[in-house]
């Protein structure tokens, strides 16, 4: 059962913008360093924003990330309908000492 | 350019033990800033993480709860692979498996192309 809380669902048009929101509870999230990943069917996961909000070299800047409180978010502007993907956040559960990931969001471009 | 190539039976038998291997290729798995990890995805449960392990002057590891009574993840120096062992499978662990590094910092940057293990009889 994940502890990150994520919507199933978004969707937009081509050229607008989605966000993804992540939540955990008790401030789970917002003292802690959060990943985001795409993935696309038949293909590895990638990631796409690590330590909340800083993006690997060769991710556009269309995708962007942050944290605070409760909840961090994934931004993507100028939506293609190659963004089509599911999009999943992750952070280390000290806790835990494990990972964990959200449920997993399916972004589709109308 | 780090790459992860792994290998490993399709097909496992309820009641018997998944073994995956992955080479490491570009990065040590004696790496002091970097873990390997094994990840699984499968349409019911979406990603979930199942466990790694690193060297820091020695060697660790870590598991998700729900699977720790049966997994092992192991390195090999000799090899420059990490392993996977998970016993006394059911068709609940049929998923896509990955190997993953971590670098220094909570995050993923590198994955192999992922395994389809089926557990079936």
């Known amino acids: 059962q994940s502890v990150l809380t994520q919507p199933p669902s978004v969707s937009a048009a081509p050229g607008q913008k989605v966000t993804i929101s992540c939540s955990g509870s008790?401030?789970?999230?917002?003292?802690?360093?959060v990943s985001w990943y795409q993935h696309l069917p038949g293909t590895a996961p990638k990631l796409l924003i690590y330590?909340?909000?800083k993006r690997p070299s060769g991710i556009p800047d269309r995708f962007s990330g942050s944290n605070s409180g409760t909840s961090a978010t994934l931004g993507i502007t100028g939506l293609q309908t190659g963004d089509e993907a599911d999009y999943y956040c992750?952070?280390?559960?000290?806790?835990?000492?494990?990972?964990?990931f959200g449920a997993g969001t399916k972004v589709t471009v109308v | 350019q780090i790459q992860l190539q792994q290998s490993g039976p399709r097909l496992v038998k309820p009641s018997q033990t998944l073994s995956l291997t992955c080479v490491i290729s570009?990065?040590?798995?004696?790496?002091?800033?970097?873990?390997w990890n094994w990840i699984r995805q499968s349409p019911s449960r979406g990603l979930e993480w199942l466990g790694r392990?690193?060297?820091?002057?020695?060697?660790?590891?870590d598991y998700e709860l729900s699977v720790k009574s049966r997994i092992t993840v192991n390195p090999d120096t000799s090899k420059n692979h990490v392993s996977l062992h998970l016993i006394s499978v059911t068709p609940e662990d049929t998923a896509i498996y990955y190997c993953?590094?971590?670098?220094?910092?909570?995050?993923?940057?590198?994955w192999g192309e992922g395994t389809l293990v089926t557990v079936s009889s």
């Open positions: 570009g990065d040590s798995v004696s790496s002091d800033r970097a873990a």
């Open positions: 008790d401030s789970y999230i917002g003292n802690k360093f």
């Open positions: 993953v590094r971590e670098p220094v910092g909570a995050h993923f940057d590198h």
């Open positions: 392990t690193y060297y820091r002057s020695k060697w660790y590891n």
């Open positions: 992750a952070t280390w559960d000290r806790s835990l000492s494990a990972y964990v």
């Open positions: 330590d909340n909000n």
